[in-house]
């Protein structure tokens, strides 16, 4: 197996503009196996991250020397947000530093499944204009609250509602982590909880699917409670926790003081996703310890409109 021209071409690309620009690393996003000797050889010694969408694809690289692994999930996704994933977690597992530049290669365009081109789009993805700061030691604050995978799930679910909405339309909403007696004992229902009945494999948010229909319920009033353990309890909640001594600096609402006094009177912490920038600010004992700029909102088509002109007399 050889890689097409038009592959080489823009691995080739890849590397020089590692080299001019200079950018910071390689992602690679593949759907397909590809001949991983020619790609090491056209790469030299660029740092490489490697993204595929076979598991058995991503347990057979992991043996390769010097090549990054990144893990993302294999149900089917949109290449942006498999890309978004992918870069999410780089930073995370701190592959990565939140300012990097990112010559990133990927199959942009659809193609039959029995046959997808292995690379056909490059893109230069500049971190530190989406991700203002995110990395372990972050995550390893608020570990006191869940464990890590946890933590990183739901990072990734409020930066897909603040990037992507729900229908086309920005939405905003409160996921509140841990402590679950105390954060229900401070809080009132304020319609019925979407999660009743459900058994707890339906509601891990560990669990892609399960993140989706977190989102379609991210669509109504209340906060979201996660108990420590990834498992969804709540939803539809009105956060009575006193906001007396929680200080904000100015230009928050009702949605980030409620998320702040919550974290301030249990142990849990909270992400408050800004409806109108799509940012994810967490707070942990009433003070914010993680501000996220999700990856860049999609563009949304509008319907297309014909403007009616009178007829010039």
Not at 63 to 70: H, L, M, P, T
Not at 82 to 99: C, D, Y
Not at 139 to 163: W, Y
Not at 205 to 230: M, N, Y
Request: proline share 5%; net charge neutral.
């Amino acid at each position: 197996m050889s890689l097409p021209s038009q592959s080489v071409a823009l691995l080739q690309a890849a590397r020089e503009l590692v080299q001019n620009l200079p950018a910071d690393a390689v992602l690679l996003l593949t759907e397909t196996s590809l001949p991983w000797e020619d790609v090491a050889r056209i790469l030299g010694d660029c740092k490489l991250l490697v993204a595929a969408v076979n598991p058995a694809l991503t347990r057979s690289l992991r043996d390769r020397e010097g090549w990054i692994v990144v893990d993302v999930d294999s149900e089917p996704r949109p290449t942006q947000e498999r890309m978004n994933a992918a870069l999410l977690r780089a930073v995370t597992e701190k592959h990565l530093q939140p300012g990097a530049h990112v010559v990133a290669l990927y199959n942009g365009i659809a193609t039959l499944e029995d046959g997808p081109e292995p690379i056909d789009t490059l893109s230069v993805i500049h971190l530190g204009e989406h991700l203002e700061r995110l990395t372990p030691q972050d995550l390893r604050v608020l570990a006191d609250a869940a464990p890590l995978d946890v933590l990183r799930a739901v990072v990734e679910l409020a930066t897909e509602i603040g990037r992507e909405g729900r229908e086309g339309q920005p939405i905003g909403t409160i996921l509140v982590v841990g402590d679950t007696r105390k954060v229900l004992s401070l809080s009132r229902f304020q319609n019925f909880n979407p999660f009743r009945g459900y058994s707890r494999a339906e509601r891990d948010v560990r669990k892609r699917d399960v993140r989706e229909q977190i989102k379609e319920i991210a669509k109504l009033d209340g906060a979201i409670l996660i108990s420590r353990d990834g498992i969804a309890e709540a939803a539809c909640l009105h956060l009575n926790a006193r906001t007396d001594g929680v200080n904000l600096r100015k230009g928050f609402g009702s949605r980030h003081l409620a998320a702040a006094a919550i974290s301030k009177h249990t142990n849990a912490v909270a992400f408050a996703v800004s409806q109108s920038s799509g940012s994810v600010r967490v707070f942990k004992k009433g003070e914010e310890v993680l501000h996220i700029e999700p990856l860049a909102r999609p563009h949304i088509w509008q319907p297309f409109r014909l403007e009616t002109h009178e007829p010039e007399r």
